[in-house]
């Protein structure tokens, strides 16, 4: 079936390390977005990147869609970056049916 | 611009009973998605309006119901309440109606309401 699974589940780091989160998706996408979710349950949109790469202070994405992954840079992590980041993506085929999600990367961050 | 707004934020019901859950998407936002969060199933589409039509609807069961309003609005409602039924409801808009080939526009997210079923 369609899926999109998301490497690795759980992550610690200290602060200061970099990090790569990456997302493998089994069909071809149209959209494909980054979130990161809160303590309090909300998502957070970090990029909006169906292909290509793009960046945002220590963070940067890539997704090379012909090979159906997406990557996620996280560097010098601080203490906030902890939480749930998630890969979500339509796929192109058949009827639209909303953002699929991945299972997420739980990323702590110790001081 | 405000961002997406979902009332109620928290709510407390017991089984058997029926919910509705209301969503405002960011001005002049069209499309309004709906998503259930649970820690088993992990994040589900549940159904997108646009233009007061349900354009898409994901695997539940008929007990999940929704509407969209002439401004957008939404509401979600769950009827006949159960306990799996608790979780957190995120509701997402986007800028505009899913193009010919199905790609949708980004979408952002309210900050959800979490339905505890008693």
């Known amino acids: 079936g369609i899926q999109v699974e998301q490497s690795p589940p759980d992550l610690i780091l200290q602060e200061g390390a970099n990090s790569t989160l990456r997302c493998n998706f089994s069909?071809?996408?149209?959209?494909l977005q980054w979130f990161h979710q809160n303590p309090w349950g909300q998502l957070i949109n970090l990029f909006y990147i169906p292909s290509g790469t793009k960046q945002n202070g220590r963070l940067s994405a890539t997704t090379v869609a012909t090979e159906r992954y997406s990557l996620l840079y996280i560097s010098s992590s601080q203490t906030t970056d902890s939480g749930v980041y998630f890969c979500a993506v339509t796929f192109s085929g058949g009827g639209a049916d909303g953002l699929t999600f991945g299972k997420g990367t739980h990323l702590i961050i110790q001081p | 611009k405000a961002g997406v707004t979902q009332t109620p934020r928290y709510l407390i019901k017991t089984r058997g009973q029926q919910v509705t859950l209301s969503c405002s998407p960011i001005?002049?936002?069209?499309?309004v998605s709906w998503y259930q969060q649970t820690p088993g199933q992990g994040l589900q589409f549940l159904f997108e309006?646009?233009?007061?039509?349900?354009?898409n609807k994901g695997n539940f069961p008929g007990r999940f119901s929704g509407r969209q309003f002439s401004n957008s609005r939404s509401e979600m409602n769950v009827s006949t309440l159960e306990l799996g039924d608790s979780a957190l409801y995120l509701c997402?808009?986007?800028?505009?109606?899913?193009?010919?080939?199905?790609?949708?526009?980004?979408?952002?997210f309210g900050p959800g309401t979490r339905l505890t079923v008693l």
């Open positions: 309006y646009f233009s007061e039509t349900q354009r």
């Open positions: 069909d071809s996408v149209n959209n």
């Open positions: 001005s002049g936002h069209r499309s």
């Open positions: 997402a808009s986007s800028g505009g109606p899913p193009l010919r080939n199905f790609s949708y526009n980004e979408q952002f």
